[in-house]
């Protein structure tokens, strides 16, 4: 059993509160002055309004002048759609024709023997006019791992319209990202913002097809809920969380800010796995970083073993508690080389194909060193014991 992890769940948060004080209404006296006032800026802000009309929203700050109560205000203004009558009317109509959906259609063997097609259904997000795609690798899992046929289909406006059949460019396990590529040309390519400005509380707006692709083009809106979570059993970067709706079938799907750009990518694999009624995207600076890798790396796969490892304990750190330097594994994917090889979260991996790791980092650096396929020794620190053991390299990120 192992015994060295130990999270005690007494995590505690400070939230901040709000409260409001209801008074009884008092009658005021209103001068003339005061009142011809009130009319001449009627007439200015009617006469205003139907020059434009531009969505605007006041974010509250901690800084501001002495005489403002500390508090300032920007206003940001959308010049999406002059007829919009909210934010999230005017994000649909900037990006609706950026996010796709997606059906993947694979054989399996039913249960008298035959075959029968299996499908499945999810959303996608326009990353080049040329016809790059983004969306979760979980969306297309089944097809790749497919030893028969099967088919991906990419809908560009509705379930009506026509669908492309689209390739895989290539995919990353451990970011739930997959790339897929269509025959298509003059796609409108999401505009995609810096992920690492976002704010606790910002509105955010959802795009993408929950319960599959005959409610595509579904929007939710919400606001950012936190930054920085990590869910270990289910992702190696730290999400977005946002309390926009997220269901199944918005699975890489867009999350956008009021601009209409694009913040993140869905994944409600990570809502139906782990929590209820919470939503996580996955940045879009992460992203950015992953796609370009894939495309550039399109026949290039990148060794994978399937574990995410604890960043908080350095070797400094276990020295302290009495344990031998190496990688802490916070987490093992299900069906990965690590779990096939019985690697265990909690488990300190102190040396890999024959080198020792005296920091955590360099166990990245020494599984680069190896080729999708290679069979490498590990020793691996588990309850006051050493054990050796074997692994056999897969690839993470690969191209179909």
Do not use: W
């Amino acid at each position: 059993m192992n015994d060295f992890y130990n999270d005690n769940g007494n995590n505690s948060y400070d939230y901040g509160s709000y409260s409001y004080s209801p008074q009884s209404p008092v009658k005021r006296k209103h001068s003339t002055g005061v009142v011809i006032l009130s009319a001449l800026l009627a007439a200015v802000i009617g006469a205003s309004a139907g020059i434009t009309s531009l969505l605007t929203y006041t974010r509250l700050k901690g800084e501001g002048s002495s005489d403002s109560g500390n508090t300032t205000t920007k206003n940001v203004n959308i010049s999406v759609d002059e007829n919009a009558d909210s934010i999230a009317e005017a994000v649909y109509e900037k990006a609706a024709d950026s996010v796709v959906g997606i059906r993947t259609t694979t054989s399996v063997i039913s249960f008298f023997g035959g075959n029968q097609a299996a499908t499945g259904e999810g959303s996608g997000v326009v990353y080049s006019e040329d016809g790059y795609i983004i969306t979760n690798y979980h969306v297309v899992e089944e097809a790749v791992k497919s030893t028969t046929s099967s088919k991906i289909e990419v809908f560009v406006g509705d379930i009506n319209s026509k669908s492309y059949e689209a390739s895989v460019v290539g995919y990353n396990i451990s970011s739930d990202l997959a790339v897929l590529k269509i025959s298509a040309n003059n796609l409108k390519a999401v505009e995609i913002a810096d992920s690492s400005g976002l704010k606790v509380g910002q509105p955010a707006v959802t795009i993408g097809a929950p319960g599959g692709l005959e409610f595509m083009d579904s929007v939710t809106y919400g606001i950012i809920s936190g930054l920085d979570r990590v869910v270990s059993a289910s992702s190696s970067v730290s999400l977005i969380q946002t309390d926009a709706a997220i269901n199944p079938g918005n699975s890489g799907g867009a999350l956008l800010d009021i601009t209409g750009k694009l913040i993140g990518i869905n994944s409600s694999k990570i809502v139906a796995e782990e929590f209820e009624g919470m939503g996580f995207a996955i940045p879009s600076n992460k992203v950015v970083e992953v796609v370009k890798n894939i495309i550039s790396k399109e026949n290039s796969p990148e060794p994978y073993i399937g574990i995410t490892v604890s960043e908080k304990y350095t070797s400094q750190v276990l020295s302290y508690y009495g344990y031998p330097a190496g990688a802490v594994v916070l987490s093992v994917y299900e069906g990965s080389p690590a779990a096939e090889a019985g690697i265990k979260r909690g488990d300190i991996i102190t040396e890999f194909n024959g080198k020792k790791i005296s920091e955590y980092n360099l166990l990245n650096d020494y599984l680069k060193e190896c080729d999708p396929g290679q069979t490498v020794a590990m020793k691996v620190y588990r309850g006051g014991r050493t054990y050796d053991v074997n692994i056999t390299i897969t690839a993470d990120s690969s191209s179909k």
